[in-house]
């Protein structure tokens, strides 16, 4: 029998039991994906009215995480990429919501790059207070809940924290991250202004994790994105001591907006100084 929390009590935390049921998910989610990019014949490949493609693995995913959401948390909204997007009129009458996406990196799967992950993020009053990334090509886990830190965990051993890394904006040879699909004019503007930077690129949800782990200090992101592509990558960086934040006001990203879309953000590590624009 399902017992939902929320019901009683809209301020409760994670438990253990559900971090685990949500690895549980998104673990089958990514069996589901990696059957299908191993079977190119079941793509089903299509695109959107934006013109951003969407497969078979898109849709197989979604329906595996907002099933058993649903069936755990009957209480709580569910706006996934790939399902009907409730209206804000709908949205704004509750505290809380989940925010899906079901394959984020749908081109790098397509390309068989293996840079894609699964992103799910709970959001609460328009804050995000908990995260959780899967990224299938390494069978690996991430997440954060607000106030407890950021962990890798693979479903069994000890759980590892993450940390950021510490860097100086004056120093030469700041690890800056780039998206694999190219980096757009306003972002190479910002990236250029940095004492030779040492860029790399990443696709997905793996430059979160990137900054997360201290691998990388520093990703510009001048072009609109959707919510649910930050949200679960912005609680895992501020829980492991970073922070993204809008570009032009330097305040943390907000969610569950009248519309999904986010201003230009920036992802960092712990700076230890201000960076001049």
Same mark, same amino acid.
């Given at each position: 029998?399902?017992?939902?929390?929320?019901?009683?009590?809209?301020?409760?935390?994670?438990?253990?039991?559900?971090?685990?049921?949500?690895?549980?998910?998104?673990?089958?989610?990514?069996?589901?994906?990696?059957?299908?990019?191993?079977?190119?014949?079941?793509?089903?490949?299509?695109?959107?009215?934006?013109?951003?493609?969407?497969?078979?693995?898109?849709?197989?995913?979604?329906?595996?995480?907002?099933?058993?959401?649903?069936?755990?948390?009957?209480?709580?909204?569910?706006?996934?990429?790939?399902?009907?997007?409730?209206?804000?009129?709908?949205?704004?009458?509750?505290?809380?919501?989940?925010?899906?996406?079901?394959?984020?990196?749908?081109? %790098?799967?397509?390309? /068989?790059?293996?840079?894609?992950?699964? #992103? @799910?993020? *709970? !959001?609460?009053?328009?804050?995000?207070?908990?995260?959780?990334?899967?990224?299938?090509?390494?069978?690996?886990?991430?997440?954060?809940?607000?106030?407890?830190?950021?962990?890798?965990?693979?479903?069994?051993?000890?759980?590892?924290?993450?940390?950021?890394?510490?860097?100086?904006?004056?120093?030469?040879?700041?690890?800056?991250?780039?998206?694999?699909?190219?980096?757009?004019?306003?972002?190479?503007?910002?990236?250029?202004?940095?004492?030779?930077?040492?860029?790399?690129?990443?696709?997905?949800?793996?430059?979160?994790?990137?900054?997360?782990?201290?691998?990388?200090?520093?990703?510009?992101?001048?072009?609109?994105?959707?919510?649910?592509?930050?949200?679960?990558?912005?609680?895992?960086?501020? %829980?492991?001591?970073? /922070?993204?934040?809008?570009?032009?006001? #330097? @305040?943390? *990203? !907000?969610?569950?907006?009248?519309?999904?879309?986010?201003?230009?953000?920036?992802?960092?590590?712990?700076?230890?100084?201000?960076?001049?624009?």
């Amino acid at each position: 029998m399902v017992t939902d929390r929320f019901q009683e009590n809209d301020e409760f935390t994670l438990l253990k039991r559900d971090v685990e049921y949500i690895y549980e998910t998104l673990k089958a989610a990514s069996e589901a994906l990696l059957d299908i990019y191993r079977s190119e014949s079941e793509w089903e490949l299509s695109y959107k009215s934006d013109h951003s493609p969407v497969t078979k693995a898109d849709t197989t995913s979604s329906t595996i995480i907002t099933k058993r959401l649903q069936s755990e948390y009957p209480n709580i909204l569910i706006v996934s990429e790939e399902e009907e997007i409730p209206s804000y009129e709908v949205r704004k009458n509750f505290r809380n919501l989940w925010l899906v996406d079901p394959l984020d990196g749908t081109k %790098e799967f397509i390309n /068989k790059t293996g840079e894609f992950t699964i #992103n @799910l993020a *709970l !959001v609460r009053d328009h804050q995000v207070i908990a995260g959780f990334i899967f990224v299938p090509s390494s069978d690996s886990f991430y997440y954060a809940i607000k106030g407890q830190g950021s962990f890798e965990w693979n479903g069994k051993s000890e759980r590892i924290k993450l940390q950021v890394s510490t860097f100086d904006f004056k120093t030469e040879g700041i690890r800056v991250l780039a998206s694999r699909q190219g980096m757009d004019h306003h972002s190479k503007k910002y990236i250029e202004s940095l004492k030779s930077p040492i860029i790399s690129s990443k696709g997905s949800a793996l430059k979160f994790i990137a900054l997360a782990k201290g691998e990388a200090d520093y990703y510009p992101r001048m072009i609109h994105i959707m919510e649910w592509d930050t949200a679960a990558g912005q609680i895992i960086i501020e %829980e492991a001591g970073g /922070k993204l934040i809008d570009a032009h006001t #330097n @305040l943390p *990203l !907000v969610y569950n907006k009248t519309l999904l879309t986010n201003p230009y953000f920036i992802a960092m590590g712990n700076a230890i100084d201000e960076k001049e624009e």
